[in-house]
T-cell receptor
Framework: GENVEQHPSTLSVQEGDSAVIKCTYSDSASNYFPWYKQELGKRPQLIIDIRSNVGEKKDQRIAVTLNKTAKHFSLHITETQPEDSAVYFCAASQGISGGYQKVTFGIGTKLQVIP | EAQVTQNPRYLITVTGKKLTVTCSQNMNHEYMSWYRQDPGLGLRQIYYSMNVEVTDKGDVPEGYKVSRKEKRNFPLILESPSPNQTSLYFC????????????FGSGTRLTVV
């Protein structure tokens, strides 16, 4: 089955600096890669996603890049702010036998933005 | 408002006492899933359902049951809870997980003593 590795597990940055979180996946059949943000005590929420036919996607201060050959994708947050402090999860989705789809998550990265 | 509703938010129970965590979505999503979240282990899938009467095991299904008799509802059943099932549980739904992300419920914090 699919295995998604995420690193680093914790990341501290100064306010205004950039943060990068990286994920690798094992199954070349994976073709959809969402990122979720989970603030303390709250539910995960989708913040950005990328499909396998796209190499990069931006939404204001966040961007995601995908390298299908190397099987890795990354989340980039620029001009970080204290409200960016949260746990971030990457995920990979793939179709499996019988027409099912499976979503596998990374273990999460706790981002702390220091004012 | 489009949402996934889980109940209860908090539950303390004793070993062996059957319980059900309810999940309902109002977005007409076909795909629903249950995850448990534990420190250092991220989100692990328990069961998922592609549509009414279509369910399958995720990565950690032992000790859990699910049913999908209606499109909007996907309850999680613990027939005989044990302390190792103490965790934070999330229900989630999606129109199609190969193209769209999940909408998560607010979570259920379960403690089994």
């Amino acid at each position: 089955g699919e295995n998604v590795e995420q690193h680093p597990s914790t990341l501290s940055v100064q306010e205004g600096d950039s943060a990068v979180i990286k994920c690798t996946y094992s199954d070349s059949a994976s073709n959809y890669f969402p990122w979720y943000k989970q603030e303390l005590g709250k539910r995960p929420q989708l913040i950005i996603d990328i499909r396998s036919n796209v190499g990069e996607k931006k939404d204001q201060r966040i961007a995601v890049t995908l390298n299908k050959t190397a099987k890795h994708f990354s989340l980039h947050i620029t001009e970080t702010q204290p409200e960016d402090s949260a746990v971030y999860f990457c995920a990979a989705s793939q179709g499996i036998s019988g027409g099912y789809q499976k979503v596998t998550f990374g273990i999460g990265t706790k981002l702390q933005v220091i004012p | 408002e489009a949402q996934v509703t889980q109940n209860p938010r908090y539950l303390i129970t004793v070993t062996g006492k059957k319980l059900t965590v309810t999940c309902s979505q109002n977005m007409n999503h076909e795909y629903m899933s249950w995850y448990r979240q534990d420190p250092g282990l991220g989100l692990r899938q328990i069961y998922y359902s592609m549509n009414v009467e279509v369910t399958d095991k995720g990565d950690v299904p032992e000790g859990y049951k699910v049913s999908r008799k209606e499109k909007r509802n996907f309850p999680l059943i613990l027939e005989s809870p044990s302390p190792n099932q103490t965790s934070l549980y999330f229900c989630a739904s999606s129109p199609h997980p190969l193209s769209y992300g999940y909408t998560f419920g607010s979570g259920t914090r379960l403690t089994v003593v």
